[in-house]
């Protein structure tokens, strides 16, 4: 049973929220795209380090195990560093999923998660990508969008055909890459 005092601390609460405008959305970048591989082949490109430095960045190292942080730095093709993250792997279930929470690297991004969820569609493996839980829709979040479309697109061919475009090979879509 909820007391009187609990629904006036409740409606209290929600009209500080109310007043303050402390309520938040949180926005989500979301991509799906299909890999003709069998899911195993797909997992392994997303939960090594290996895999990883084939269709991302040249530049991972870290621990690749559940509650390890994997280092990613991006360079330009003339070695200038471009930007640098840590993702702290949250889950990992062999050909179903794979989760990081960002640790360290651009302000926008620390405290994101990094979801691939995988399912096996014919002669796909489908990918539901997101980067969940950005505090506002800004510029860099619409930057960061199409650049993750174009490291799934890296992905896929490096799945596919044993060679992806990796930065700094890969394309590059704007003045801050």
Partial sequence: MISLNSINIFRDYLKHIHNNKT???????????????PADQVYKALSTIEGLSNWWTEEVEGNEQIGGKIEFTFYSKAGELKGKMAMEVRELNPQKDVRWRCADGPPEWIGTDITFELSQQDDQT???????????AVEFMAHCSMKWAVFLLS???????????????????????
């Fill in 126 to 136: 489908i990918i539901i990508f997101g980067h969940r839980n950005w505090r506002e």
């Fill in 23 to 37: 309520l938040t959305t949180m926005v989500d970048i979301i991509h799906r795209i299909g890999i003709k591989s």
């Fill in 155 to 177: 992905l896929r061919e490096y799945v596919e055909t044993g060679k992806g475009k990796p930065s700094p090979h890969d394309l590059k879509i704007d003045n801050w890459n």
